[in-house]
């Protein structure tokens, strides 16, 4: 049997915390292992409980969902992180898909599409909506292009030409199995590329892949 994915609810609302954990917890392949109430108690929960998948509130009171985030992703054994936002075009967002979030959710989000972010989070995708993906390159292009350009440009000619058409790809939002597709390839081929890329790039996900290559200019 599959084990259940292990969630660590986080925001300094005990109200969102209960609903939360009410809503998820009430599901065969997810558990609620635990909750806290500020960023600053993370690092703690997560040795206690590892837990796969960590919902983090973005406005907290002592150490705020950015920074958490940040410590938390530089970990070796880091869980996956969906952060939580009242608002979709939260400057903030970006930050924190930037230290290693795979993805976001918003609070009003409906219940279906929370528990489908967590699940997929959990299997390695990321979590964003086709609209919060446009309003977040937006915000990648509006700030200063041409240095950021170059740089990233610099970082992706690491990769090998195989290498970086699946970087571009992974940028244009298509799945391992659509990469596949395009690319004539088989669905862990991609994959064992995707791994060399992350490696290359010294990142965390695919997220801050699309956002490189978004900075780059190439998609």
Excluded: C, W
Excluded at 35 to 63: F, N, Q, T
Excluded at 98 to 125: C, H, M, N
Aim: glycine share 8%; net charge negative.
């Amino acid at each position: 049997m599959t084990e259940a994915i292990r969630v660590l609810v986080v925001d300094d609302d005990a109200l969102v915390r209960a609903g939360l954990s009410m809503m998820l917890g009430g599901l065969d392949d997810i558990t609620i292992v635990a909750e806290a109430a500020d960023g600053s108690e993370v690092g703690a929960a997560v040795d206690r409980h590892r837990p796969h998948v960590v919902l983090m509130d973005i406005r907290m009171p002592k150490v705020d969902g950015l920074a958490a985030t940040e410590a938390l992703r530089a970990r070796a054994d880091a869980p996956e992180v969906i952060v939580l936002t009242t608002f979709d075009a939260d400057e903030h967002v970006l930050r924190a898909l930037r230290a290693g979030a795979s993805g976001f959710v918003l609070k009003d989000t409906a219940p279906a599409e929370i528990v489908q972010a967590v699940r997929s989070v959990a299997r390695g995708d990321p979590a964003l909506s086709p609209a919060v993906t446009r309003r977040l390159m937006d915000q990648v292009s509006g700030g200063p292009v041409r240095d950021q350009r170059r740089r990233a440009r610099e970082r992706l000619d690491q990769l090998s030409d195989r290498e970086r058409d699946v970087a571009v790809a992974i940028g244009m939002g298509r799945s391992n199995a659509e990469i596949a597709g395009e690319l004539y390839m088989s669905v862990g081929t991609v994959k064992a590329h995707i791994t060399r890329v992350l490696a290359k790039l010294d990142l965390n996900n695919r997220v801050q892949v699309a956002l490189l290559v978004h900075d780059a200019g190439l998609v």
